[in-house]
Every structure is written in structure tokens, then in C-alpha cells.
């Protein structure tokens, strides 16, 4: 069956002149998975707005109006890294709802995706890192609220470690959360070990323990990142037990990544998909794709990145 994907025009906005962060990627991304026919132009749909109702299962009304209404102080649009306006609103409402309907999706053809999301930082109460909401979390309580299923798990793969969904699931063992990430990367170290060295907490950025992390050092390429890989993919499926993952796969432990300090390659980043499609078809477990993050010195890169995922995508769909 082909698969059914999930992007629009909204995903990308203005932004200021030399902004770091590469939103024209969602436009790139979308036309070169029509171009290589790797989605077909009637499977690719247009995200219906997130709820007010799921968004408020993960997130608080204050957050939830302050975002809507645009009274956010300056140091929490610092903290988020985009400039409040209406159509970083759209953009972020239509994103939590790509995610929602891939998700939904996912459950009935066995995968489905998202050409954004992935939105890992996002708190109940705030957000950071370029993350105004939190698409997994949303997801996943709307698919709970509505009995379509009771467990999943979060198969994080982008280079920074997903605080944002650790933190909302902390204390919900129906939720297993897995994530793979730079150890000397952002978000920074737990609070604890800042209190242990003396440092000052930093404001923000903080790391929040997971039910498993891997740390992963500086300069990591794709025979140890899969040897890794390998061995916890099995681990996790069987102790989340879930109906559901949904898989965040970010292109920023590409080797030629400005952020990411990891040293992949693009046919290892392509083996690491291949893995976690394969572990959860194995088991039967359907799995919902997010693109995440990807910051490459050449967008080309990034943009490749993205495609050779959602090309491995398509070969899972029932």
C-alpha cells in the first residue's frame, strides 16, 4: 500500500535574515519526495489544525493562551528561538496535527509520516530548543484518549536528547521513552551533575532521564551508533510492550550536520531506519515517522537525509 505523508506550506514561515535554523528544509523535503515518487501526490495531505483539546493533554492553559494570543515574555521566545508571530502559530498548530493524523494513520497501514514534527523540547508549560509544542506527547494522549491505543513507546533519534517528551512522561508507564544522543550535545547535563560540579543551572536546555538513554561521544560513526542501535532496539520494544512508536528521525548525526558533531554517513543514517522499521515489523508494532531536526552546512545534505527516510518509510507500509 503506498504511503501516506503528511506536510504543508505552512511548515515553513519567515524568519529573520540569517536565522540558523533551516525551515525552507519542509518545502525542499516535500517536493523531492513527489519528484522521486517515493510519496504519490494524492497520498501527500494537508494537516487538518491540532485541537485545542489534545494540545491541552500535554500542555498548560497559560502556555496554551500565552502562544495563541502572542504574550510571550522575551526570554521565553529566547528560549523557544523563533519570533512569535501568527504564522509561527498556524505552523505550529498544522505540525502537532500532521503528526496526530500520521500517527493515526500508522495504525492502520502500519507506517505513516510526517514531514515535520519531531518537536522534542516542547514542555507541558514551555517551550525551547525551536520547539513550540510537543507533537509526540500530543499524538500519543489523543490516541490514548480516544481508546485506539493504551502503550507506546518514543524511538528518538535525533542527536539531541528529547528532555521535552522525557519530562511529559516521566511518571506514565504506558509511555516507554528511548533516546540516542550526543553526550556533550544540547540539551546540557542533568541538574543534578551541574549541582555536583558547583556550576549555576543554566535556565534552560536541561536534560530529563528517560526509561533509556545512550550517550553517544563526540566524533561517533555509523559501526558503533548501529552496534549500539542493535542492541537496544529489542530491549526497548520488549519492555515498552507498546501498540504504537513513534520514531523521531532526526538527519543531525549526519556527518555534515553544523550542530549535530556526530560523523555518519548517509548509507548509515539510511541502515539505522532500515533497523527500526524492521525491529517493529518484526514484532507487528506499527510505527508513525517524524523528520526532526537537521541542521546540515549544505541543506542539500539535510534535505537528502529526510528523503532517504521517508524512502524507507514507503518499503514498511502494509
Known sequence: MPLHAWSSA?????????HRFPIEKYALVRDRV?????????????P???????????????????IVEGSLQDEEQRRIGFPWSEALVE???????GTCEAAERALRDGTAVNLAGGTHHAFPDHGEG????NDVAVAIRSLQRRGLIARAAVIDLDVHQGNGTHAIFAEDESVFTFSMHGARNYPFLLPDAL???GDQPHPYGLRVAGDLDIDLPDGTEDADYLRLLADALPR???????DLVIYLAGADPHEGDRLGRMRMTFAGLERRDLMVLE????????????IAGGYGRDINETVLVHTNTVRVVSGYSR
Open 10 to 18: 505552512r511548515y515553513v514561515i519567515p524568519l529573520p535574515e540569517g
Open 130 to 133: 525551536f520547539c513550540v509544542f
Open 48 to 66: 487538518a489544525r491540532a485541537s485545542m483539546d489534545d494540545l491541552r493533554l500535554v500542555h498548560s492553559d497559560r502556555y496554551l493562551s500565552s
Open 236 to 242: 526497548v520494544l520488549s519492555a515498552a510492550t507498546p
Open 34 to 46: 513527489i519528484a522521486d515518487a517515493i510519496v504519490a501526490p494524492e497520498r501527500l495531505h494537508e
Open 91 to 97: 505552523r505550529s498548530f498544522r505540525a502537532v496535527g
Open 279 to 290: 525491529a517493529c515489523r518484526e514484532v507487528g508494532i506499527p510505527v508513525a515517522v517524524t
Open 195 to 197: 549541582a555536583q560540579r
